[in-house]
């Protein structure tokens, strides 16, 4: 079986898991484990965002929370003065992408090495964080939307169908829209990475320098891509507003930034499912670590196993050690093994039948 065959093959498995999860779980699981799926859904569109950029672009970006945060209150804010939420939802994804767009511009075209790049963004992140966090005060209000520093923004109203503020997107409308989201974010970067502009940011990617004396602009390439990420990323934060309605300044914090980058590492860099299952997994686990801690035992170990960030840092840890590729590309790699070691001893089965006929 050729490459081609293979992606072609992949893109119906992920086409037929996403249409069977969309019509399934609504209907097989309770409203709270919906609930919690959808929350995994959102997430994955925003490790979808890093892994256009860092995957595919080259460009580790430690800022993706700041799109996401963005997003967010883009949408909280918006949808306190406007009262209907089409133009808030644009809103939430235009502004990340121009922000996106101008502290790129000002990276790429001042060719910031790579590591400073990944400070400036972090650095970024910090600022809105306690920008944000430091807006307590009843003065701290656009329009009618108080920002409410560390408290956040509690009763976000969900979103409508389009121009009809009386109909509001219910939590399961919400897994929907959701999961529709993530399909179509999915299948959207696959065209744009299959198209000419997408081999041109991977061949980017693998040699800067070869790609400048073909005549083609890295900067503009490398900017394009950021701003598409950041503007996935806004999407994404959109989404998280709705689903709790609140929003509130640690979705700026340095747990998020570092949780989106270990969603990558650990699922696969250079592959769009293998941040999504990087993600769904450590949101799993995270869920599951926090509801199942043990009762009995040491205090040491209870402390331990209450403790996600230390235990996603031993996985972390772990995968970059043992698995440096990831997830999914070391098993693609596994496959392609047993597929080939399959296909030769069939081979050597084959040969002296062939051999006794001659």
């Given at each position: 079986m050729n490459g081609r065959a293979l992606n072609l093959l992949g893109l119906g498995l992920v086409a037929v898991i996403g249409i069977a999860f969309l019509v399934l779980i609504p209907r097989l699981f309770e409203?709270?484990?919906?609930?919690?799926?959808?929350?995994?859904?959102?997430?994955?569109?925003?490790?979808?965002?890093?892994?256009?950029?860092?995957?595919?672009?080259?460009?580790?970006?430690?800022?993706?929370?700041a799109f996401f945060g963005l997003g967010a209150y883009t949408y909280a804010i918006a949808v306190f003065n406007i009262g209907e939420s089409t133009i808030p939802l644009l809103l939430a994804i235009v502004l990340p992408a121009a922000f996106a767009a101008l502290l790129g511009y000002f990276m790429f075209y001042g060719r910031i090495s790579d590591v400073y790049l990944g400070v400036i963004t972090l650095t970024v992140t910090l600022i809105l964080f306690n920008s944000v966090n430091s807006t307590a005060g009843p003065e701290f209000r656009i329009g009618s939307a108080?920002?409410?520093?560390?408290?956040?923004?509690?009763?976000?109203?969900?979103?409508?169908?389009?121009?009809?503020?009386?109909?509001?997107?219910?939590?399961?409308?919400?897994?929907?829209?959701?999961?529709?989201?993530?399909?179509?974010?999915?299948?959207?970067l696959r065209l744009l990475l299959a198209s000419r502009f997408g081999r041109i940011i991977v061949g980017i990617r693998e040699n800067e320098r070869r790609a400048e004396l073909l005549g083609y602009d890295p900067r503009a390439y490398k900017l394009a891509t950021f701003t598409i990420g950041g503007a996935l990323a806004g999407f994404a934060g959109c989404l998280f507003a709705n689903w709790g309605n609140f929003v509130s300044p640690t979705i700026f914090g340095l747990a998020q930034s570092a949780q989106i980058i270990i969603w990558v590492i650990v699922g696969g860099r250079g592959t769009l499912i293998g941040p999504i299952v990087g993600c769904i997994g450590i949101q799993w686990l995270t869920t599951a670590l926090g509801a199942n801690q043990p009762s009995g035992g040491p205090?040491?170990?209870?402390?331990?196993?209450?403790?996600?960030?230390?235990?996603?840092?031993?996985?972390?840890?772990?995968?970059?050690?043992?698995?440096?590729?990831?997830?999914?590309?070391?098993?693609?790699?596994l496959g392609q093994w047993l597929l080939s070691s399959r296909g030769k001893r069939a081979k050597t089965r084959l040969e002296p039948k062939r051999a006794e006929e001659g």
């Amino acid at each position: 079986m050729n490459g081609r065959a293979l992606n072609l093959l992949g893109l119906g498995l992920v086409a037929v898991i996403g249409i069977a999860f969309l019509v399934l779980i609504p209907r097989l699981f309770e409203l709270d484990v919906v609930l919690e799926l959808t929350v995994y859904m959102i997430m994955a569109i925003l490790a979808l965002s890093l892994a256009l950029i860092w995957g595919y672009g080259g460009i580790l970006c430690f800022g993706q929370s700041a799109f996401f945060g963005l997003g967010a209150y883009t949408y909280a804010i918006a949808v306190f003065n406007i009262g209907e939420s089409t133009i808030p939802l644009l809103l939430a994804i235009v502004l990340p992408a121009a922000f996106a767009a101008l502290l790129g511009y000002f990276m790429f075209y001042g060719r910031i090495s790579d590591v400073y790049l990944g400070v400036i963004t972090l650095t970024v992140t910090l600022i809105l964080f306690n920008s944000v966090n430091s807006t307590a005060g009843p003065e701290f209000r656009i329009g009618s939307a108080r920002l409410g520093g560390f408290n956040g923004i509690p009763g976000i109203p969900p979103l409508n169908f389009p121009g009809n503020k009386a109909s509001p997107i219910d939590l399961e409308g919400m897994f929907y829209l959701a999961t529709i989201s993530l399909l179509a974010t999915y299948f959207g970067l696959r065209l744009l990475l299959a198209s000419r502009f997408g081999r041109i940011i991977v061949g980017i990617r693998e040699n800067e320098r070869r790609a400048e004396l073909l005549g083609y602009d890295p900067r503009a390439y490398k900017l394009a891509t950021f701003t598409i990420g950041g503007a996935l990323a806004g999407f994404a934060g959109c989404l998280f507003a709705n689903w709790g309605n609140f929003v509130s300044p640690t979705i700026f914090g340095l747990a998020q930034s570092a949780q989106i980058i270990i969603w990558v590492i650990v699922g696969g860099r250079g592959t769009l499912i293998g941040p999504i299952v990087g993600c769904i997994g450590i949101q799993w686990l995270t869920t599951a670590l926090g509801a199942n801690q043990p009762s009995g035992g040491p205090d040491w170990w209870a402390k331990i196993f209450a403790n996600a960030p230390l235990i996603l840092g031993i996985i972390l840890i772990a995968f970059v050690l043992l698995v440096p590729k990831g997830l999914v590309p070391t098993l693609g790699d596994l496959g392609q093994w047993l597929l080939s070691s399959r296909g030769k001893r069939a081979k050597t089965r084959l040969e002296p039948k062939r051999a006794e006929e001659g």
